[in-house]
Structure formats: structure tokens, C-alpha cells
């Protein structure tokens, strides 16, 4: 009986560390997913800019467009964009937006502004499928962009897209 009662201490004691290390991993997991699938849907979140104009960049790429580098005026009115759409909780005009952008002295402005993806791989592929925001991911003219989101909880569609792209 008592090797019995030291083998099952014995299994009992790798069961417990198995789960912990299974918990462990889970939590390693989490922290390791890529930031085009973490939820943009918390106060803290923000979307990864870099991350976003590779991914647009690559599927332009892959279409025989041009990369897009980001813009630090265009990421600006980007985020003032995503911030007015959350706080009046609606998307805005494109063709509003796209005014702002040629008065900053760009041209062939554009403009995928949304709400209610929740992370960015779910804005890329919404944008994707739907063929105006596509179009506006791989205007040919386009060579620069700004991304941004803004959350509220409160709100319908809890989290606001703006991209904006020029020339």
C-alpha cells in the first residue's frame, strides 16, 4: 500500500504541475498574440500603427501597388477623426474628412472610416470585402496613411476606425 500511496502522491504531484504549467502557457499565449488580434475594445488599447501599414502595405504590395509609409500629420487627424466619431457615436463622411486632409496640403485623399471591429484584423478584412473601402486601400496614388481608433464603451459600436490615405 505504500508504494501505491507514493506512486499516486507521486502522480498527483505531475498532474497539479502540468495544470499550472498549462495555465502558465495559456497566459504566455495571451501576452504573445500578435497586435493585429488583440481587442481594441478597453480605454487603454490603442492599434498598432506600424503593424497596420505593413499589413495595408503588404496587400497593396501583393496587388502591384506601392507601400504606404505613415504620416504623422495624417495619423493626427486620424485619431482627432476616430475621437469625433465616438464621441457624436456614429461614423462620419468620407467626403468631410477627405476636405481636411487636402486643406493639410495632400491630395488624392481618401478615407475607410467604420465602427465595430474589434480588432484590426477585423477592420482589414471588413475593409477587404467591402469594395469602397478596398478601393481605398489600394488607390494606386496613394502613398502615404494615418490609422487610428478610439473606444466608447458607452456607445453602439464601442470602438471607431480612421484611415486615411494620400498623396
Same mark, same amino acid.
Given at each position: 500500500?505504500?508504494?501505491?500511496?507514493?506512486?499516486?502522491?507521486?502522480?498527483?504531484?505531475?498532474?497539479?504541475?502540468?495544470?499550472?504549467?498549462?495555465?502558465?502557457?495559456?497566459?504566455?499565449?495571451?501576452?504573445?498574440?500578435?497586435?493585429?488580434?488583440?481587442?481594441?475594445?478597453?480605454?487603454?488599447?490603442?492599434?498598432?500603427?506600424?503593424?497596420?501599414?505593413?499589413?495595408?502595405?503588404?496587400? =497593396?504590395? /501583393?496587388?502591384?501597388? @506601392?507601400?504606404?509609409? $505613415?504620416?504623422?500629420?495624417?495619423?493626427? %487627424? #486620424? +485619431? !482627432?477623426?476616430?475621437?469625433?466619431?465616438?464621441?457624436?457615436?456614429?461614423?462620419?463622411?468620407?467626403?468631410?474628412?477627405?476636405?481636411?486632409?487636402? =486643406?493639410? /496640403?495632400?491630395?488624392? @485623399?481618401?478615407?475607410? $472610416?467604420?465602427?465595430?471591429?474589434?480588432? %484590426? #484584423? +477585423? !477592420?482589414?478584412?471588413?475593409?477587404?470585402?467591402?469594395?469602397?473601402?478596398?478601393?481605398?486601400?489600394?488607390?494606386?496614388?496613394?502613398?502615404?496613411?494615418?490609422?487610428?481608433?478610439?473606444? @466608447?464603451?458607452?456607445?453602439?459600436?464601442?470602438?471607431?476606425?480612421? %484611415?486615411?490615405? !494620400?498623396?
Amino acid at each position: 500500500m505504500g508504494r501505491i500511496g507514493r506512486y499516486g502522491a507521486g502522480v498527483l504531484v505531475l498532474a497539479v504541475t502540468a495544470l499550472l504549467a498549462g495555465c502558465a502557457t495559456d497566459t504566455q499565449t495571451t501576452s504573445a498574440l500578435p497586435s493585429l488580434y488583440l481587442p481594441l475594445s478597453n480605454d487603454a488599447a490603442h492599434v498598432d500603427t506600424e503593424a497596420a501599414r505593413d499589413m495595408i502595405s503588404a496587400y =497593396r504590395r /501583393g496587388r502591384g501597388e @506601392a507601400a504606404l509609409t $505613415l504620416d504623422p500629420q495624417l495619423q493626427k %487627424l #486620424a +485619431e !482627432a477623426e476616430a475621437a469625433s466619431m465616438a464621441l457624436a457615436d456614429r461614423p462620419s463622411k468620407a467626403q468631410t474628412v477627405k476636405g481636411a486632409v487636402e =486643406r493639410l /496640403g495632400f491630395s488624392s @485623399a481618401n478615407a475607410n $472610416l467604420s465602427a465595430g471591429y474589434h480588432t %484590426l #484584423a +477585423e !477592420a482589414f478584412s471588413g475593409w477587404r470585402d467591402s469594395p469602397p473601402h478596398n478601393a481605398v486601400m489600394l488607390d494606386p496614388k496613394a502613398a502615404r496613411m494615418g490609422i487610428a481608433t478610439a473606444y @466608447a464603451p458607452g456607445s453602439k459600436y464601442k470602438v471607431y476606425w480612421a %484611415l486615411l490615405t !494620400a498623396k
